[in-house]
């Protein structure tokens, strides 16, 4: 089969913009740094991308300055314990950090201060905002008009041309791959220059900026050689924003607000901003060299790696398909760096501006068998970082291993929830993302190097299982990955998606040891073989063993039985197609998530029904909306959501190039004319 051409494939997908969309601003970054901009290639206009807010906060905004390394916490943690709370278990009483009951309910949520304290830090920062500045205060997003912007995929930069009041202007943005800057170039007449503001720390959803707080941090600029520097002082949080640039004058004009001006009329203006933590110093880079960079990480990132195209198709979705696929690939990039990502990435807060670990496998799943190894390894070391308190909440369960947290910060540190701690679907992905990782490098080296998180992870995971009538079991307590059942966390019991992952994943887990040459523990083969059949009723699955055990909302995660679990003798592939069908025939596909669609696509897959795996991966609902931006939304308050983008392509590298014991790849079905390189089979 003739090679792609991967330029040609991915530059018929640039993005191009002529007006303001309010749910659909560009983004550049290279993963551990991400900038968000409005038309004017830059944040002049935030109020012009509003997110709503969720818990009753002032709205937010999409127009963020985000970094992996950028976190806040505000003063009043010191010496705080998560607020445990005993569960009968199996195995004896275990200690959950649930919410209420504990302390004296102080604030206007329900929760006492310190449990909101422990639920709302560290949260992600907005490092600032660099807006236009042309000398006219009074400009509105109204007075834009004429634009024309572009995003070159193949460069990673954004080019702007637009008129503010009829003045034109023109513009061009990138981020450097290596370093956390982003340079403009701005040319204009008239007074020209940058806006730069610097916010407080916000947990608010959707906000990760307050700027009412302006006695709480302090902003301080000085002059340096080539330009200027930027302390930035909020509580124990600190770093620095590097200016480089000539021609240029810098005057405070508030608190924290900050106009770089230009002096050499009608100049195009060139400015590098870079974002700095605490301790860390740079060498001052120029325009060119960060766009120069740019282009070049670009076109080596679309050269390598895996590729779909889907051109050629007669079914009228194919393009649309091949859109999302391609942006969907550049937006994972921008937002994969040494943590699990967010659901909202680099762009905005989510949650308590924290991360989610059972999102992380549809963040990045799809990376090792499209190629990109190099993106899950900037994530999967931070396992390693936080290993110790996940073996401490084992302890605390009465449990040997590793039990990792759900919604957390970069210190692994879980947050109080009547839900969160009780999710076990998080438990084997670390599992699954090592054996990912294996299959691209089958070697000793890739073994030894994520062995200790594996062996931990199914330490855990086989004393978990709890043996009763002949089998093994799980929980209670426990949410599955269906959280409408977190009511009954205290007796929930043997949930089906959750049942066949133990069995695949400590069976994976007994096959490292074995290719290490290390003795199998008995329990991990005992659990592996002899989980409890998955709860099924009128010849289909449901979602737990215990009542209620089918509600018609949320994520229909017994599918992904068959679909994220490879299969396993413990789910009959009759008995999910019934399950499948009455799932698409009748289920509330509008309260469902991005992942879901993707999910119920994998299972098609698995199942040998091709044309139905493209119509869930196509379903028209509108969580399964795909922006002309590429992002996967889901409403007002999640106007982005980055596991519908990876779980996307997912199912699209299963569908294109198949999964182990598959007589052929599975294909997408008539009409459609598949060309894909670069992408191994799945498990």
């Known amino acids: 089969m003739p090679q792609i051409d991967r330029a040609r494939l991915v530059a018929r997908h640039d993005v191009h913009v002529d007006s303001i969309d309010p749910s659909s601003p560009l983004s550049v970054g290279n993963g551990g740094f991400g900038f968000t901009v409005d038309p004017t290639g830059l944040q002049t206009f935030p109020g012009a991308y509003p997110v709503a807010a969720r818990y009753g906060e002032q709205p937010g905004t999409m127009l963020g300055t985000m970094s992996t390394w950028g976190w806040h916490s505000t003063p009043g943690g010191d010496g705080l314990a ?120 916000s947990e608010a959803w959707g906000n990760a900026a307050d700027w009412m707080r302006e006695d709480a941090h302090t902003s301080r600029a000085t002059r340096i050689q080539d330009g200027w520097r930027i302390e930035r002082i909020l509580d124990r949080t600190r770093y620095a924003v590097q200016l480089t640039v000539s021609g240029a004058e810098l005057e405070s004009v508030g608190p924290h607000a900050f106009v770089l001006r230009a002096t050499d009329g009608g100049r195009p203006q060139e400015v590098v901003l870079e974002f700095l933590p605490h301790g860390r110093d740079g060498a001052m880079l120029d325009a060119h060299a960060v766009f120069a960079a740019s282009d070049a990480h670009w076109a080596r990132f679309w050269e390598s790696g895996g590729a779909i195209e889907l051109a050629d198709s007669e079914d009228s979705r194919a393009q649309e398909l091949e859109r999302r696929i391609v942006l969907s690939q550049y937006l994972s990039a921008i937002n994969t760096g040494s943590q699990p990502p967010a659901e909202t990435g680099l762009m905005l807060n989510s949650w308590r501006g924290k991360f989610h670990l059972e999102m992380h496998w549809w963040h990045q799943a799809w990376q090792a068998p499209w190629g990109r190894t190099e993106l899950l ?122 049942l066949a992952y133990w069995a695949w994943a400590l069976g994976v887990a007994c096959r490292w040891r074995e290719r290490l040459g290390l003795t199998v523990p008995s329990r991990w083969r005992a659990v592996a073989a002899g989980m409890a059949p ?18 018609r909302d949320d994520h229909p995660s017994m599918l992904a039985a068959l679909g994220v679990v490879p299969g396993t003798p413990l789910v009959h592939p009759e008995t999910m197609r019934a399950t499948l069908d009455d799932v698409l025939a009748d289920w509330d596909w509008d ?6 669609f993707p999910m119920a696509a994998m299972t098609a897959t698995r199942l040998g029904a091709p044309e139905l795996a493209v119509d869930c991966l196509l379903m028209d609902r509108p969580k399964n909306t795909y922006l002309v931006n590429g992002h996967n939304r889901q409403n007002e308050s999640l106007p982005i959501y980055l596991p519908g983008n990876g779980g996307l392509l997912l199912a699209a590298g299963m569908m294109a190039a198949g999964f182990d014991g598959a007589a052929d790849a599975p294909g997408f079905g008539a009409g459609w004319r598949v060309r894909h390189e670069g992408i191994a089979p799945l498990p």
């Open 591 to 596: 309260s469902t998530w991005g992942w879901d």
């Open 82 to 201: 998560l607020p445990l709370h005993a569960y009968d278990s199996p195995h004896g009483p275990a200690l959950y950090a649930d919410l209420g009951g504990a302390l004296s309910a102080d604030s206007a949520s329900g929760q006492s201060v310190d449990e909101e304290w422990l639920r709302n830090n560290p949260h992600r920062l907005d490092l600032g905002r660099i807006g236009l500045w042309t000398g006219d205060s009074a400009a509105t997003a109204l007075d834009l008009t004429h634009i024309d912007q572009r995003l070159s995929l193949t460069g990673g930069r954004i080019s702007s041309s637009f008129r503010i009041a009829g003045r034109p202007f023109r513009t061009e943005t990138a981020v450097h791959p290596d370093r956390d800057a982003v340079a403009v170039r701005i040319h204009g007449t008239g007074e020209l220059g940058l806006r730069l503001a610097f916010p407080y720390g």
């Open 377 to 498: 390894l900037r994530s999967m070391p931070w396992y390693e970082t936080v290993i110790d308190l996940a073996r401490a909440t084992a302890r605390s369960q009465g449990l040997p291993g590793a039990r990792w947290p759900k919604q957390v910060g970069p210190d692994g540190r879980e947050a109080p929830s009547p839900i969160g701690p009780f999710l076990v679907w998080q438990q084997p992905h670390p599992i699954h993302l090592a054996e990912l990782l294996y299959r691209a490098d089958p070697s000793r080296e890739t073994l030894e190097r994520w062995a200790t998180v594996v062996f931990e992870t199914a330490e855990f995971m086989a004393a978990f299982a709890a043996a009763d009538d002949g089998a093994f079991h799980l929980g209670p307590p426990l949410v599955p990955a269906q959280e409408s059942y977190a009511d009954t966390r205290a007796t929930a019991k043997d949930p089906a998606f959750e």
């Open 534 to 551: 998955l709860p099924q009723r009128d010849g289909r699955y449901v979602a737990l063993a215990t009542p209620p055990s089918l509600v």
